[in-house]
C-alpha cells in the first residue's frame, strides 16, 4: 500500500512557474514507476509525465515538452514536476500516482495508487 501526497498548485500568472511535490509513503518507493496526471473541468485525466523507477527514463505529452520536467528523489520518497512557462490551458487538478511497473505506463489504468490531487490555475 502506498499513499500519496500532492503539495504545491495554487494560481500563478502565464509565463510563471509552479513546482509541486508529491510525497510516498512507505519503504518501497524506488519500486514504483510515478506519473503526474491532469484533469480539467469537463475533461478525461490525461498523462503529464512519467518517472521510471531509478529516474533514468522519463515521459513527457506532447504538450509540455521543453516547459515540464518530473524528477524523484528515492532517499526521500518524493517526486517533483517543475512546471514553468505555464499558461491557461495547463489549468488543471494535478494528480500523483503510482504503478508497480517495469516499464514506464502512459495511461491511467496501469497505475494503482493514486493521491487526492492539487489545483493548478493559470491567469491569463
Known amino acids: 500500500q502506498v499513499q500519496l501526497v500532492e503539495s504545491g498548485g495554487g494560481l500563478v500568472q502565464a509565463g510563471g512557474s509552479l513546482r509541486l511535490s508529491c510525497a510516498a509513503s512507505?519503504?518501497?518507493?524506488?519500486?514504483?514507476?510515478m506519473g503526474w496526471f491532469r484533469q480539467a473541468p469537463g475533461k478525461e485525466r490525461d498523462i503529464v509525465a512519467a518517472i521510471s523507477r531509478s529516474g533514468g527514463t522519463t515521459y513527457y505529452a506532447e504538450s509540455v515538452k521543453g516547459r515540464f520536467t518530473i524528477s524523484r528523489d528515492n532517499p526521500k520518497n518524493t517526486v517533483y514536476l517543475q512546471m514553468s512557462s505555464l499558461k491557461p490551458e495547463d489549468t488543471a487538478v494535478y494528480y500523483c500516482?503510482?504503478?508497480?511497473?517495469?516499464?514506464?505506463?502512459?495511461?491511467?489504468?496501469?497505475?494503482?495508487?493514486w493521491g487526492q490531487g492539487t489545483q493548478v490555475t493559470v491567469s491569463s
Open positions: 512507505g519503504r518501497t518507493f524506488s519500486s514504483y514507476v
Open positions: 500516482a503510482a504503478g508497480l511497473r517495469v516499464t514506464v505506463p502512459t495511461t491511467v489504468s496501469r497505475y494503482d495508487y
